[in-house]
């Protein structure tokens, strides 16, 4: 009897072995927790029914609803494409945009034929800090990321792919949480108020977003090559932005070079090669193009803040504007491209020129080049009067274009630095004081009309270089008092960054340098002309170091040289 119970309670033990559990279906639409348990779910949010009466954690939604589709009215191509949704990967329950937001980014969008995508589609948003952050990214930085040269198109294809990019996404939210971050800091009172935001964003936040956006990249989700190149420079161009407003400018310049460099191993894809099928590939390849234009920019405008930076396309850009003498150009866009090299490859002879030696002397300037690039800037300057003088097309004036204004300005102030540069013609500088006058003018017009973009005389910031590194050539190089004043004026009447240069920095080398030329022996005086200042105490030579360390002030490592002088002079000045 023994042995026959035995048995019998070991053939119910095995009873499972013969009638396997059978699983409900797989949810669809249920949340990621019942899912795995592959039951039933409710589908209440934010948190389903079902997890908490047994006391379990709801993992939230990872797919949107079916319903999405009709909502956004997807065409005929979309809906032939398996729809693909994204985690919104935070603690908070997802929620689809509404239908009317959906609709305006696609009739308000110009520079794509967005029902070519593909898997492109709306991510699903919360009423959060991600939330949030994009409304922000959308209402204040893309309105300030090309401020010098504005691009609807551009703005539009930033604005959809980080409604549709998850990388993207998380890179737009963690510029624009730590872009807020920033201009509060330079703020006594909070710059934009979030409306469902009644808490400070956590000092975090901007970098859990940053590492979020990487992690994506290293992962994508999609096996398209070209719609990956797409993405990343994207992204690329995204973190430059974000890690100069962090204050880390070497992060940004490999964020930078890394974007150039991608750019280059595209430059063979031309839409020669693509079929008249392959609509969705073409306009993929039309971001790229947008995005590589930004960053190229970008990488020509480093010079201006970077001794030893050499533009990755310098070379072929100058050989393919030499033509430019018999040519007129088309648009204000055009002129500003022809003029960023030659600005690019004025400020590189310069700065490859000016090695300061253990005597303080200096190599004797290459004055073939140097005629080379004044001639090309003289011929820019004919071209380009000769462009704002004729009659316009559209109904706006193109010489009260705020960009004529900066176009000129840059001009001039390169035309005169390379004019009086060269060993032993420091000195020669006074002879350009109208140059000086009419630059310290044109950068006042442009500083107004940047007031009035921004709308007020809060803290602003943008990657692109415009009229700081002007005023800096004339602070250190005019010595006539009045103009350095009012140079200082301008730099205080609005605290702005573009790239690594920032107004509250460039004034405190500009009262710096005015001290030290200044500075007079007995009695105190003060200076009314330019040939007051002494040749011996007058700086030749001067470069400088920002160095942001955490919360504290930032510091200016300065080293300069004086005419007629042997000997390196190093001073650090703290800024507020």
């Known amino acids: 009897m023994d042995g026959v119970k035995s048995k019998n309670t070991k053939t119910g033990n095995q009873a499972w072995r013969r009638k396997p559990r059978k699983f409900a279906p797989k949810s669809r639409l249920g949340c990621k927790t019942c899912k795995i348990r592959r039951i039933k779910c409710d589908q209440s949010r934010p948190s ?64 794509l034929i967005l029902q070519n995508l593909g898997s492109f589609m709306i991510l699903p948003e919360t009423r959060s800090i991600e939330a949030e ?40 939210i963690a510029l624009a949480l730590i872009h807020r971050n920033y201009l509060d800091r330079h703020s006594n009172s909070r710059v934009y108020q979030l409306p469902f935001l009644k808490e400070r964003l956590p000092d975090k936040a901007p970098l859990l977003h940053y590492n979020r956006a990487i992690q994506l990249l290293l ?60 609509a969705q590939s073409s306009d993929v390849y039309a971001i790229i193009c947008q995005v590589t234009k930004q960053i190229r920019r970008l990488d020509m405008q480093a010079v201006m803040f970077l001794v030893d930076w050499t533009p990755a396309n310098i070379q072929e850009t100058s050989m393919s504007h030499l033509a430019l003498v018999n040519s007129t150009f088309e648009s204000l866009d055009q002129a500003a491209d022809h003029l960023q090299i030659l600005v690019a490859q004025a400020i590189g002879l310069r700065n490859t020129e000016q090695q300061i030696s253990p005597t303080g002397t200096m190599s004797p300037f290459s004055s073939p080049l140097k005629n080379i690039v004044l001639g090309q800037l003289e011929t820019w300057s004919s071209l380009f ?61 442009v500083a107004a009309a940047h007031q009035r973009f921004s709308g007020s005389s809060r803290s602003t910031f943008t990657p692109e270089i415009g009229f700081i590194p002007a005023l800096y050539i004339i602070g250190v190089k005019c010595r006539h008092p009045n103009v350095r004043r009012e140079v200082l004026s301008i730099l205080r009447r609005q605290p702005i960054r573009e790239a690594n240069w920032d107004s509250i920095s460039t004034a405190k080398i500009v009262e710096r340098v005015i001290e030290i030329e200044e500075a007079t022996t007995g009695e105190e005086q003060i200076v009314q002309f330019m040939e007051q200042v002494p040749v011996w105490q007058r700086i030749e030579a001067l470069s400088y170091i920002h160095i942001q360390e955490g919360e504290s002030a930032a510091r200016l490592d300065i080293t300069y040289t004086f005419c007629a002088q042997e000997g390196i002079h190093v001073e650090s000045l703290i800024v507020q």
């Open 385 to 445: 009067e000769n462009f704002v003088q004729q009659p316009s097309p559209s109904e706006s004036d193109i010489e009260t274009d705020p960009l004529v204004s900066l176009l000129r300005l840059q001009h001039t102030i390169t035309w005169t630095l390379l004019s009086g540069y060269g060993p032993g013609r420091e000195m020669d500088y006074d002879n350009f004081l109208p140059q000086f006058q009419q630059c310290v003018a044109l950068a006042s017009e």
């Open 48 to 111: 389903c029914l079902k997890c908490r009466s047994t006391g379990r954690t709801c993992d939230g939604y990872s797919e949107m609803h079916l319903t999405l589709k009709t909502e956004i009215e997807l065409s005929s191509d979309h809906k032939k494409i398996k729809g693909r949704a994204n985690s919104c990967n935070s603690d908070h329950a997802c929620t689809t945009i509404s239908a009317y937001e959906s609709k305006q980014w696609y009739l308000n969008y110009h520079g």
């Open 133 to 172: 952050a994009i409304c922000f990214f959308k209402d204040i930085s893309i309105k300030h990321l090309n401020e010098y040269r504005p691009c609807e198109p551009w703005r539009n294809t930033l604005m959809f792919l980080s409604q549709t990019v998850p990388s993207v996404r998380h890179a737009a």
């Open 219 to 278: 992962n994508p989700e999609s096996g398209d090559g070209t719609k990956t190149i797409a993405v990343t420079l994207l992204v690329c161009y995204l973190f430059t932005c974000f890690d100069h407003l962090a204050g880390d400018d070497v992060q940004a310049v490999k964020h930078l070079r890394g974007g150039v460099a991608l750019s280059r191993t595209i430059d063979g894809i031309t839409l020669k090669n693509r079929t008249n099928e392959d």
